[in-house]
């Protein structure tokens, strides 16, 4: 009997706590290369996103490998955890804690600091000191951030389609 009750509080805790998962306004295929200490990728996904949460699911040979997914934490297979953790942990300490979101969402970076505009829409930030030397790349279909000083690169292109009648 202890084992039945058992096994209904934990449905019914699953079913209030839930494994919900949240629906995305736009969902747009990637080819994405994500290079740090902590996480190697390169390959296809997709980056999805409404509002200010986004999510990144990462595929190598059409079959999901990782997510990663930033709302009110930052959860990847490893757990979930607050954003400025997931920053300290697999980026740098000395970034500021929306810096993943923003370059996930084609966004400046840093408060935008040191940005430059070229034609053609692109724009490139140079952020340099003792901690970090930073060039980030926004372009229409494309966003390239490297930090030589860290290790760190993140590019993301857009999936051209391809017509195979060309």
Known sequence: MQKFFILWVS???????????????????????????????????YIRHEGEAVEAELFTAGVAVEKISIDEKVCVSAGCMSEEAFVREYLSADYPTDTLRRILLGEPIFEGINTTEQCGGAKTQYIRNEKMDIVYRLKPEMSYFKDRSNGLIIKIEDLKETNATE
């Open 11 to 45: 449905l019914l805790i699953l079913l209030i706590t839930g494994c919900t998962s949240k629906h995305y306004s736009i969902s747009e295929p990637k080819i994405i290369t994500i290079k740090s200490p902590k996480l190697k990728f390169a390959d296809t996904g």
